[in-house]
Structures are given as structure tokens and as C-alpha cells.
């Protein structure tokens, strides 16, 4: 079963990359993100009907940033705990790797695909994360 989903996740990652720029990628990165499905290494999936925060990612034109989780509010602003993760985006074999650092822990994930309207991203675990932009709600007045 784990070599099955492994040639799996092989082949999607083939797929997606093939004559991909990472470049196109980071320019489709900084913005707000919202959690959509995980599917794990195993192959189970995660779907998020809703969630309650959502990442704002933001990568400069020195490939440094950071990735901070926000809470929407009902008047269409944020809040936020301050807490923020940095990051350092690498081009690496034809890959975006983005490299997170914070206080407590350091770790790397591969951008599969990110687009204007949505982002694919494997972690070292082999789980894959698709979010979709944020859309404000809309406010009823």
C-alpha cells in the first residue's frame, strides 16, 4: 500500500513539474491562503469545509519572508497572535523549496504548484496541502 502511494505522490510531483518554473511559482506565492484538503502519506483525506484561520504568506525579492496564521474577523479585518514563521525560498533541481524557521523548530516544504487561485505544497512526511486564495465573506449591513 505505501509503495503504491509513494509512485503515486511520485508521479503527481512528475506531473506537476514537468516544465514548471519554480519562478512562475513565487510570483503566485504572497497573499492569503485557505486550508482546502490534506491528503496524508497514507492516503487518507482531510477535507476543510471551513476553517477558522487562514495564512498569509509573504516572500520579498530576496527570497526571504514569512508565513503568519490569521483569523478573519466579521467586519473584514484580522487578528493575529504576532507569531510569525520565517521563511527562505530556495530554487533548488527544478523545485520551490520554502525553509521555515522559528524560535522552536526548522523545516522544509516543496511548493508542487501555485497559481493565482491556488497552492499545492508536500511536506517531509509526504502530505500534500491544497489551499485556495481567501475570499473575504461577504458582509450583510
Not at 524560535?103 to 511536506?123: G, H, M, Q, R
Request: glycine fraction near 4%; hydrophobic fraction near 35%; charge should be neutral.
Amino acid at each position: 500500500m505505501k509503495f503504491k502511494l509513494f509512485f503515486t505522490v511520485l508521479a503527481c510531483f512528475t506531473l506537476l513539474h514537468c516544465g514548471k518554473n519554480p519562478e512562475t511559482s513565487l510570483q503566485h506565492l504572497n497573499g492569503y491562503w485557505e486550508i482546502k484538503e490534506v491528503t496524508l502519506a497514507d492516503g487518507s483525506k482531510k477535507e476543510y469545509t471551513f476553517s477558522n484561520s487562514i495564512d498569509f504568506i509573504e516572500v520579498n525579492d530576496s527570497l526571504v519572508g514569512f508565513r503568519k496564521k490569521l483569523t478573519p474577523t466579521l467586519e473584514g479585518k484580522f487578528k493575529t497572535s504576532g507569531d510569525a514563521e520565517n521563511i527562505k525560498a530556495i530554487i533548488q533541481n527544478d523545485s520551490l523549496i520554502l525553509e521555515y524557521t522559528t524560535p522552536f523548530s526548522n523545516w522544509k516544504e516543496t511548493v508542487l504548484k501555485a497559481t493565482e487561485d491556488k497552492l499545492l505544497i508536500l511536506n517531509a512526511r509526504k502530505d500534500l496541502y491544497l489551499y485556495s486564495r481567501y475570499e473575504p465573506l461577504e458582509r450583510i449591513n
